[in-house]
């Protein structure tokens, strides 16, 4: 049975090709204004790289926060539903998912049967999310995917002391006034996002193995802060933004 | 968690239409009172209206619920909160405050015309915000005030000194009364009262422990329209006959599995008073078989209760069933202290979060809860003290709990996609799926 797995996020959305228990293709695009185009281009591009025509589709299970505005969706599920899913298929010891994405994190306590046990959402705070590199790398005029290795040049810590994205820019630019080196401020940055997020996923209370998933993943800059706070090791699977759109597939039965 | 899939049958509360119809006539007479030569008073809910009522007919204006009736409307809140605001009131300050003291402001009655001023404000000073709300309200009508201090302390602390502080208020507020009324004390009046409350709040406990009958008979957004007149006026004769024929059609249907929701497959406790302006999440509750069974709030906020026989929840039994026979002024005014400070555990977050975590498992258990939703507050931060202790209590207790932020009386707060998004990943993690 080949079925679709969708994530459309804030940012991007991802498609997950899977037929009998097999990734056969994935896909991303920047998710824009229109959520049913940018699933349609996701979904022809992914269909193509799998060889399947859409008529084959027994199911496309949505997941996201546009899960809801996809008038051809079979079904939708929550991210926390999918992003648990993805994370056993991928590593079946996952005990504690902890997914940061572009405008929300999550993290979710799995149990030893897959099943979602508790979870935590942040999805008031864009300091804990990657909404936050992208707009301080703009206030550093840096590249958004140059700001974890510059991050990982610094071993200093130096704490932001704001905790709204709108006056840290303001902080940010006094720290630069301030003549510190720019490596100190992206490790500051995401050291922000660590300590909420590290905040978020005690709520819940973590038991190995934890897993990070989402796009924010991709970043050595937020991995490092995050190993360093949450002081247990993270397990990373290779497609990190793709977990949320596999989850979507395999729970389409 | 299992999942029953037996479907109950259900019949329409015929209670409902008379409790909506005493609230708008509480309303109106609010409005007419002056013109009726009726005392008018405004102050809390709690406000010991029983002293009030000796001294001839009356309408007590209850402030909180008239908070939570503006709340409700989120466009008349807003004229409200955001005229408070403008004259530099702090938009953090509790909700209902907000909302009456804006209606005070703008002159406005949430029920048509100009704010009907009291003869003066009549106050329990339950809370930090309630002392104060009521000053503030009787500066701005230029009306006289008086406050009762409220002894709130943990559960069975002192119980004694609590009673005699406030017994003893009670007989300075009759002096004071007599004064700004002009008017005599009477104790058959006052007599009469006493005992109505007694039984009328004991009757709200039989009703809502008839919810621990699997279906549940009534629904947690029923009981938000079922304890109203409670808070209304709890003395009053008309409360009383009201509340008799509630508890009894509440027995039946418990008697005869007439469900509040035919699809009953999740009980649900839930916390804190609800988004007023957003009672649909009950009924959004609904399309995935859960009900909220009731909460710490409007269980205790007006029920009686005590440890029963058998350790578990029971409706207080009054002192008349008790065999206690109230004679003089000293004894109704000392056993109407005694019942307010027996009674109120619903206070407990405010004086000992702890006690709260307690009561709220034992009520999971004993309603049958398979859940706890836990509104986080900000209209209203003394009952919000404590949530996320009893959140973590209840968890470790393995009971699943989901919360979500928001504001009982202040719209502006509550990002309802959000909220129900949680609600979707909470109900998901139980198993259930919505119907349809």
């Not at chain 2, 007439?258 to 804190?272: K, M, N, T, V």
Request: aromatic share 8%.
């Amino acid at each position: 049975m080949v079925k679709a797995g969708i994530d459309i996020g804030a940012a991007t959305t991802k498609a997950v090709i899977m037929s009998d228990g097999k990734v056969l293709a994935q896909s991303i695009t920047d998710t824009g204004l229109e959520q049913v185009e940018a699933v349609e281009k996701v979904l022809a591009d992914a269909l193509s790289k799998a060889g399947v025509k859409r008529e084959d589709l027994k199911a496309i299970v949505t997941t996201g926060v546009g899960r809801k505005a996809i008038p051809f969706a079979t079904s939708d599920v929550t991210e926390i539903a999918a992003v648990a899913k993805g994370a056993i298929f991928l590593h079946p010891a996952a005990r504690t998912v902890i997914d940061v994405g572009a405008e929300e994190s999550r993290a979710i306590k799995v149990d030893t049967n897959g099943k979602v046990a508790d979870f935590a959402k942040n999805e008031k705070c864009a300091a804990g999310v990657g909404a936050f590199v992208a707009s301080m790398s703009r206030a550093l005029e840096v590249k958004v995917e140059d700001m974890g290795k510059l991050s990982m040049q610094s071993n200093k810590d130096i704490p932001m002391n704001v905790t709204c994205v709108v006056f840290a820019e303001s902080e940010v630019v006094s720290l630069i006034h301030a003549k510190t080196p720019k490596p100190d401020i992206a490790r500051a940055i995401h050291d922000a996002i660590a300590t909420r997020t590290t905040s978020m996923a005690r709520r819940i209370g973590m038991d190995k193995d934890v897993m990070l998933v989402g796009g924010v993943a991709k970043n050595p800059g937020v991995v490092d802060s995050l190993k360093r706070h949450l002081q247990v090791d993270i397990v990373i699977p290779e497609n990190p933004e793709f977990v949320g759109a596999l989850g979507a597939a395999i729970l389409a039965g | 968690m299992q999942i029953n899939r037996t479907i109950y049958k259900t019949e329409p509360l015929k209670c409902w239409e008379k409790a909506k119809e005493l609230r708008n006539k509480h309303y109106r007479d609010a409005a007419n009172a002056r013109y009726e030569g009726k005392i008018l008073s405004s102050g809390s809910m709690e406000a010991f209206t029983e002293l009030i009522a000796a001294f001839g007919d009356h309408v007590h204006m209850a402030s909180e619920p008239y908070g939570a009736s503006i709340g409700s409307d989120p466009e008349f809140s807003r004229q409200c909160v955001e005229g408070l605001e403008s004259k530099g009131y702090a938009r953090d300050l509790c909700a209902y405050t907000r909302n009456y003291l804006g209606s005070v402001l703008i002159n406005k009655y949430h029920f048509g015309g100009a704010f009907p001023v009291p003869d003066f404000c009549f106050q329990a000073h339950s809370c930090e915000s309630h002392g104060k709300w009521l000053q503030a309200a009787s500066e701005m009508m230029g009306v006289p005030y008086f406050c009762i201090d409220m002894p709130l302390a943990p559960h069975g602390l002192r119980i004694e000194n609590r009673i005699s502080y406030l017994a003893d208020q009670f007989h300075e507020a009759i002096r004071w009364l007599e004064k700004t009324t002009g008017r005599g004390f009477d104790d058959e009046r006052f007599a009469r009262a006493v005992e109505n409350s007694f039984v009328s709040t004991k009757l709200w406990a039989e009703i809502c422990a008839c919810n621990k009958h699997v279906p549940a008979p009534i629904n947690q957004k029923n009981i938000f329209t079922f304890y109203v007149p409670l808070l209304l006026d709890r003395s009053s004769d008309e409360t009383l006959s009201f509340y008799r024929e509630l508890r009894d059609e509440a027995k039946y249907r418990a008697e005869n599995d007439i469900a509040a929701l035919p699809s009953e497959r999740c009980r649900l406790l839930d916390d804190s008073p609800p988004p007023w302006y957003f009672l649909g999440l009950y009924r959004y509750l609904e399309q995935y078989g859960a009900l909220s069974i009731g909460s710490t709030y409007s269980f205790g906020l007006t029920g009686a209760w005590e440890d029963g026989e058998d350790g578990t929840m029971a409706p207080k039994k009054t002192p008349m069933e008790k065999g206690i026979h109230l004679k003089t002024r000293d004894d109704y005014i000392n056993a109407l202290a005694r019942w307010a400070i027996e009674r109120l555990f619903y206070f407990m977050s405010m004086a000992q979060p702890e006690d709260k975590s307690v009561k709220m498992l034992q009520m999971v258990r004993e309603w049958h809860a398979d859940g706890v939703i836990f509104h986080l507050n900000r209209g209203c931060e003394g009952l919000a003290f404590g949530q996320k202790e009893n959140n973590l209590y209840l968890k470790d207790a393995g009971i699943p709990t989901i919360s979500y932020e928001g504001n009982n009386a202040d719209k502006r707060e509550f990002d309802e996609k959000r909220v129900l998004g949680r609600i979707d990943a909470f109900m998901e993690s139980l198993g259930l799926k919505k119907s349809g």
